[in-house]
């Protein structure tokens, strides 16, 4: 795992809402859903180069504010069409009020897919 880098003060995210923060070139949304959780996962929708942060926040999902495609806040699958490629998703800490986070992607849903097939 890379080393864990100081994005923002946790409170810069309201509740409900996302920011869009860019890390190395990167695109990425950190949102805080209703339930007052965090999440980082990649900006980009995946059926067109829209911003996610831009979008509506509801429960464990973000959706594209563009053509209403969701995505888990948890694995980046994406739940709904148009969009059907997963976004990736980054590991955060919340350490001293602050937001830290890994800026090597994950791809969770890639990686339950791989799993299932195995079994």
Known sequence: MSDMIRVCPASDIALGSAVRVVIDD??????????????????????GDISLSEGFVEDDTLECWAHGSKFSLKTGQALTLPAFEPVPVFTIELKDGDVYLDPTPRFDYADSLT?????
């Open 115 to 119: 799993n299932k097939e195995e079994a």
């Open 26 to 47: 990167v695109p990425i949304a950190l949102v805080r859903d209703s339930a007052g959780d965090v999440y980082a996962i990649g900006d980009t929708c995946t059926h």
